[in-house]
């Protein structure tokens, strides 16, 4: 069964610096994966995803992530954070083999705090 | 356009009455998912419809709960005698396709609390 885990329920970042949001996930295969924002009272939003090829994934707003194999992981980073970019973050996998639909399985959650 | 909708945005009931929640997807899609977002148990996948085929409910909690997609488009999702446990965000998403790569569309939810 695949999971995902986010370490840190909270990040706290100054306005300007960097952000990093940590994801690992477990899975027998290298799986699909995710990354979702979501904004007080409203649905998730999708900020990047990757599938196959190029490792690096750029996605809205600025945020990047890179899937490494090797570590399981797929951190979300952006290295200058703004205001707007205070919300809850959250990690997706979803398992390439699965022919027919996609059911994504979603990490905890990240609270992204940014102060003045 | 339009995207993902849902109604009620909220929703109080009292323990032991029934609820139905709507879901309009993005025209055109033809997969639908609904989850549930609580405190204790994160966000969590329900069910599944794609076309006319019949939906994979391999998510769902118990049988009080049921969905139906009408005319390979709107959704309600039912839950009967409604507990606390109940209580949650209900978010629904849309694909444009089966299978692999594409992203799910999500609605804005539904909070149920039951009171």
């Known amino acids: 069964a695949q999971s995902v885990t986010q370490l840190g329920s909270h990040v706290s970042v100054s306005e300007g610096a960097l952000v990093l949001l940590r994801c690992n996930y477990s899975s027998s295969v290298p799986p699909y994966l995710f990354w979702y924002v979501q904004y007080p009272n409203q649905g998730l939003q999708l900020l990047l995803k990757?599938?196959?090829?190029?490792?690096l994934v750029k996605g809205i707003n600025g945020f990047e992530a890179e899937f490494k194999k090797s570590e399981t992981s797929f951190h979300l980073t952006k290295p200058s954070a703004h205001m707007s970019d205070a919300a809850e973050y959250f990690c997706a996998v979803s398992d390439p083999a699965n022919t027919g639909f996609q059911k994504l399985v979603f990490g905890t959650g990240t609270r992204l705090l940014v102060s003045p | 356009g339009a995207g993902v909708s849902q109604s009620p945005s909220n929703k109080v009931t009292e323990k032991g009455k029934d609820v139905e929640l709507r879901c309009d997807p993005i025209s055109g899609h033809t997969a639908l998912y609904w989850y549930r977002q609580s405190l204790g148990q994160g966000l969590e996948f329900l069910i599944y419809?794609?076309?006319?085929?019949?939906?994979?409910k391999s998510g769902l909690p118990s049988d009080r709960f049921s969905a139906e997609r009408t005319g390979g488009s709107v959704s309600t999702l039912t839950i009967q005698r409604t507990q606390q446990e109940d209580s949650a965000v209900y978010l629904c998403?849309?694909?444009?396709?089966?299978?692999?790569?594409?992203?799910?569309?999500f609605g804005p939810g539904t909070r149920l609390t039951v009171t």
């Open positions: 990757y599938t196959t090829g190029a490792t």
């Open positions: 419809f794609q076309g006319n085929s019949a939906p994979d």
């Open positions: 998403a849309s694909s444009p396709r089966q299978g692999r790569s594409y992203e799910q569309y």
